[in-house]
């Protein structure tokens, strides 16, 4: 069974930092393409970040660009999201979600965490 | 970037109604479209992809279809734990954008 851990949210300041991980199980992580979706308080899916299943690649929406960086490491079977120059708007659940195909980055997301909050507040 | 549109915004319907979603994407991506449920407070669920795939475990009373930029999700009978929003999204490359979601409500 596929199960996604996300961790590391909490409250930060503007201009703070946080590190997002996304511990992966039940499944190869190193074959599959991962992603990192947010959802702000009672606001639609947001697509934030990606990255291939060898790190070689990563992805962003330019709502984060230059400020957030997507990595893996798949020895440990973990995602992370650096977040830095946060700002208020920036808060929400975050998701990390796994692509439905091996190889790939062709894949809808077919296994979701179950999320964590980042609240940037002064 | 590529724009996702979903109509309506929101919709109420009764029991065993048919429903339709549409979602418009503004250049074409081939059948590279997913739809996602999400039930209030839960997190979302897979329920279409390649724009007319059923994913497994899914009810049959689910369908999609389309290609290119304009596609449609179908509920053939409205069922009460079918209340939730659904998005669409491209998933042909980045960015992988979610239309903004459609509302479903039991009458």
């Known amino acids: 069974e596929v199960q996604l851990l996300e961790s590391g949210g909490g409250l930060v300041q503007p201009g703070g930092s946080l590190r997002l991980s996304c511990a992966a199980s039940?499944?190869?992580?190193?074959?599959?393409?991962m992603s990192w979706v947010r959802q702000a308080p009672g606001k639609g899916l947001e697509w934030v970040s990606g990255?291939?299943?060898?790190?070689?690649?990563?992805y962003y929406a330019d709502s984060v660009k230059g400020r957030f960086t997507i990595s893996r490491d798949n020895s440990k079977n973990t995602l992370y999201l650096q977040m830095n120059s946060l700002r208020a708007e920036d808060t929400a659940v975050y998701y990390c979600?796994?692509?439905?195909?091996?190889?790939?980055?062709?894949?809808?997301?077919?296994?979701w965490g179950q999320g964590t909050m980042v609240t940037v507040s002064s | 970037d590529i724009q996702m549109t979903q109509s309506p915004s929101s919709l109420s319907a009764s029991v065993g109604d048919r429903v339709t979603i549409t979602c418009r994407a503004s250049?074409?991506?081939?059948?590279?479209l997913a739809w996602y449920q999400q039930k209030p407070g839960k997190v979302p669920r897979l329920l279409i992809y390649?724009?007319?795939t059923l994913q497994s475990g899914v009810p049959s009373r689910f369908s999609g279809s389309g290609s290119g930029t304009d596609f449609t999700l179908t509920i053939s009978s409205l069922q009460p734990e079918d209340v939730a929003i659904y998005y669409c999204?491209?998933?042909?490359?980045?960015?992988?954008?979610f239309g903004q979601g459609t509302r479903l409500e039991i009458k």
């Open positions: 979600a796994k692509r439905a195909i091996v190889g790939t980055t062709k894949g809808a997301f077919d296994s």
């Open positions: 039940g499944f190869t992580f190193s074959s599959y393409a």
């Open positions: 990255i291939v299943g060898s790190g070689g690649s990563t």
């Open positions: 250049q074409g991506i081939s059948n590279y």
């Open positions: 390649a724009a007319s």
């Open positions: 999204q491209k998933y042909n490359s980045a960015p992988l954008t």
